[in-house]
């Protein structure tokens, strides 16, 4: 099984403050992790190669020290690594991103399987793993919760809902998105470690690509962030006491007020 | 201090760290607690490799030495004492078959270990033979192709836990030392059992029992070495070992003063941080300075035996007393830093300070080193 892993590097959530003069992310000496759900979705990708055998492969689409993010997921079993980088990527919406990725994993090879975490914990949209599939024509399914057999190019698995969960069968190739219940992510092998320190990680660029320049990146974004903000505290707070009752009473006249 | 790694011992360092970190400290509590054995720590040290550190690369490990093991053992004695054992133990039980085994079990067992699928125990101390190893009264005798053994081991780190255990037997009694061989006997094997588990004072992760052999046979190849040579193996076993034990000291040293300091820095008493008390301070500082100067000891000593010296007895013997004596005193200081709040629970010291004793006991009480670190230097000065 070829499968394809979407990681990101994100700012370490325990770290993350926003700088108060311009109301972005202070990420000067904010450690950078791998994004927490594509842990999961890496540690599937290579249960299913210790399981079924194939290649993992992860990719990234970053800076060039996500190259570190990289070699990290290759100390935890991946095979090889491809960080998609270029100045013109920079300010990518989900709709560039998931341009920008589709067209690498083209160039890449051709994936039976491509397996992201539900969501970024920076960003929390949840859009590139449904967007990539769209892009590239795959049936996906998003919130996976556990796969449970693989059987003539078909995975069965389940999809975590709001009041229980789905049982679905996927024709590969397909795209998923996992949850962290999935499983525990292994911590990286000393073999695993000796290998990501020596492995070349492949860098893909615009023109490598083959991308169409009005896509990538800020202009191909109709998406603008006009603002982040801490949102200020304005809320009251005052305590309902007295009897049950008296209590309902002023509960009901206070939220008649309110409507 | 910068020890200088390479950068392969430098990962190693990472990875048990990480281990460390992640895996073992959030869980150590509950472990001890519950006296349950660390199956899916050992587990996870097992994916990470880290079973193979000392392993020949030709048995699937990653042929490093003692300083390389005694790395990840520090980080692990960081976490828990217990735990660390449940590990150590296993490298113990197979050094024999390392350093004596003939290439035939040496392949058969050493892969495993390797890669953590099977662990192992070392079986020396009986009833009436400990630091005397000299009143081993296990025996084993030769029928027909297979060995037959009778007796009882005692206290051993691993028991039930292990599928490989290296055990030493007489097969001449007459000849007294001279008349012990060691053998590998598998869990499986007719004629071996375990006693109940011990109730202890720490390192209440690993499990100790008595191993039993009535009547067990095995066949006649799983001797380690030749008949007769046994106590060697036994001795040069442990001379390989003792800097583990002692970087556990270390690793158990290190937590305490970590543990020690945090709590100094944020106790408030008389207005003021306790660690602004020049008392505090004196304590710590002491602390400090023993965990770092066992550290370099150890360190030294573990570099030392990769070089195959020939006082090796005595600089291992050297480095397990002053780094478990010092692993004593500084988790002593440290519950007396934290006083009443150390004596708690709640609170990981009085863990540590159980933990540190049996360090001063196993692998060969402390008196016992100093018997052999005096005994070297008679003979060196003559």
Redesign the interface.
């Known amino acids: 099984m070829n499968i394809f892993v979407c990681i990101k590097q994100v700012p370490d959530a325990k770290d993350v403050r926003l700088d108060p003069e311009t109301n972005t992310l202070a990420r000067e000496g904010v450690q950078s992790i791998i994004n927490p759900y594509d842990r999961h979705a890496l540690e599937e990708a290579v249960r299913l190669k210790e399981k079924y055998s194939g290649t993992v492969t992860v990719i990234s689409m970053g800076p060039p020290q996500a190259e570190v993010i990289l070699r990290e997921a290759v100390s935890c079993g991946a095979d090889q690594g491809i960080l998609i980088s270029d100045r013109a990527f920079a300010g990518a919406d989900t709709l560039a991103t998931t341009y920008t990725i589709a067209m690498a994993i083209k160039k890449s090879g051709t994936p039976d399987l491509v397996l992201c975490g539900k969501q970024a914990i920076d960003g929390d949209t949840a859009q590139v793993g449904p967007g990539l599939a769209e892009r590239l024509n795959m049936p996906y399914v998003t919130c996976v919760r556990k796969i449970n057999d693989f059987d003539n190019d078909t995975l069965l698995l389940e999809r975590m809902m709001d009041d229980g969960y789905d049982e679905l069968e996927v024709q590969l190739p397909a795209l998923l998105t996992v949850i962290k219940e999935i499983n525990t992510p ?9 290998k990501a ?1 020596k492995i070349e990680i492949t860098t893909l660029s615009a023109e490598d690509i083959c991308a169409d320049s009005t896509q990538l990146g800020l202009t191909g974004s109709p998406t603008w962030v006009v603002n982040v903000f801490s949102p200020e505290f304005t809320g009251e707070r005052s305590m309902i006491t007295g009897s049950v009752d008296e209590q309902v009473a002023q509960l009901t006249e206070k939220l008649t007020e309110l409507i | 201090m910068d020890y200088f790694l390479t ?2 011992q430098q ?2 360092k990472d ?1 048990a760290a ?2 460390a970190d ?2 073992i400290i959030p869980h150590r509590a509950e472990l001890d607690e519950t006296e349950e054995y660390p199956t899916e720590i050992l587990d ?1 040290v097992a ?4 079973f ?2 000392y392993i020949p690369e030709e048995y699937g490990g ?1 042929g490093a030495g003692c300083f390389e093991i005694v790395l990840a053992l520090e980080q692990f004695g960081r976490g828990c004492t217990g735990i660390a054992t449940a590990f150590a133990a296993s490298a113990l039980g197979v050094y024999p078959i390392l350093i004596s085994g003939s290439p035939e079990l040496k392949n058969k067992y050493l892969p495993d270990v390797a890669t953590g699928k099977k662990r192992a125990a070392f079986a020396l101390t009986e009833a009436n033979a400990g630091s005397d190893a000299s009143g081993i009264q296990t025996t084993a005798v030769l029928d027909g192709d297979e060995w037959v053994l009778n007796g009882t081991k005692q206290w051993i780190t691993n028991a039930g836990e292990a599928q490989i255990y290296s055990v030493i037997a007489m097969t001449n009694k007459k000849k007294g030392p001279r008349g012990a061989t060691m053998f590998v006997v598998e869990d499986t094997d007719p004629g071996f059992s375990y006693g109940p588990k011990e109730k202890k004072l720490g390192i209440r992760a690993s499990s100790t029992r008595e191993l039993i052999f009535k009547d067990c046979r095995i066949p006649k190849d799983r001797i380690i070495g030749r008949q007769g040579a046994g106590f060697i193996t036994v001795m040069k076993t442990l001379d390989q070992s003792r800097p583990g034990i002692a970087i556990l000291g270390v690793g158990l040293g290190q937590a305490a003063l970590d543990e020690s300091v945090t709590y100094a820095k944020q106790r408030v008493q008389f207005g003021k941080p306790i660690i602004s008390f020049q008392a505090i301070q004196h304590m710590l500082a002491d602390m400090a300075i023993q965990v770092e100067a066992a550290r370099a000891l150890v360190y030294g000593a573990a570099k030392h035996i990769d070089a195959h010296p020939k006082d090796m007895s005595k600089v291992s013997s050297m480095c397990k007393v002053f780094a478990t004596d010092m692993a004593m005193k500084v988790t002593v200081d440290a519950v007396q830093v934290l006083a009443g709040y150390g004596y708690m629970r709640e609170y990981p010291v009085e863990k540590m300070m159980r933990d540190a004793k049996i360090l001063q006991i196993y692998e060969g009480t402390n008196q016992i080193q100093r018997n052999v670190i005096g005994q070297a230097l008679n003979k060196e000065y003559s």
């Open positions: 292994r911590l990286p092998s000393l073999k695993g470690k000796m320190k | 950068e392969e990962m190693i990875l990480q281990i992640e895996l996870a994916q990470a490799d880290l193979g550190i990653f």
